[in-house]
């Protein structure tokens, strides 16, 4: 398990998973990540901040479509700890899982500790294993062709 799996187990683990009873958890854990995926392709992206907000026992951030004054032009992201606000840089930022899930990092981070927000490498680390539990599952559905 890399440093940041076990930061992120370590602060939200146990919402996760389930008590494990059957052996399951970790097949839940990547339906859900899976899930979330989908569910910000489809454009319900507050559905899934809503879902991931209720797995990881935090706030549910608010997102809005456009960046605050003075942020670079080349963000299609942030997030602002102050108003626990995801902005987005255009409506097609809304319905990408890689700045959603970053910038959702951020939010999770910021609510276990309020000094720090997380590295920028740690935000793309989390988000590329929701969307490979995503391509994982979508290749399991319509097999190897």
């Given at each position: 398990m890399?440093?940041?799996?076990?930061?992120?187990?370590?602060?939200?683990?146990?919402?996760?998973?389930?008590?494990?009873?059957?052996?399951?958890?970790?097949?839940?854990?990547?339906?859900?990540?899976?899930?979330?995926?989908?569910?910000?392709?489809?454009?319900?992206?507050?559905?899934?901040?809503?879902?991931?907000?209720?797995?990881?026992?935090?706030?549910?951030p608010?997102?809005?479509?456009g960046?605050?004054?003075?942020?670079r032009?080349?963000?299609?992201?942030?997030?602002?700890?102050?108003?626990?606000?995801?902005?987005?840089?255009?409506?097609?930022a809304l319905?990408?899982?890689?700045?959603?899930?970053?910038?959702?990092?951020?939010?999770?981070?910021?609510?276990a500790d309020?000094?720090?927000?997380?590295?920028?490498?740690?935000?793309?680390?989390?988000?590329?294993?929701?969307?490979?539990?995503?391509?994982?599952?979508?290749?399991?559905?319509?097999?190897?062709?």
């Amino acid at each position: 398990m890399t440093t940041f799996a076990k930061s992120i187990w370590g602060l939200f683990g146990k919402h996760l998973l389930t008590s494990g009873r059957n052996g399951r958890g970790g097949k839940l854990q990547k339906r859900m990540m899976s899930l979330v995926v989908y569910l910000i392709l489809d454009g319900k992206t507050e559905r899934a901040l809503d879902l991931l907000s209720e797995q990881f026992n935090v706030s549910v951030p608010t997102i809005k479509v456009g960046l605050p004054k003075g942020r670079r032009s080349t963000a299609l992201g942030c997030y602002s700890s102050k108003d626990r606000t995801i902005s987005v840089l255009d409506s097609d930022a809304l319905k990408d899982p890689f700045i959603v899930l970053h910038e959702f990092y951020h939010h999770l981070r910021t609510t276990a500790d309020a000094k720090h927000k997380g590295s920028e490498k740690y935000a793309d680390e989390f988000a590329k294993q929701f969307i490979e539990a995503f391509k994982t599952d979508v290749k399991e559905e319509v097999g190897n062709d």
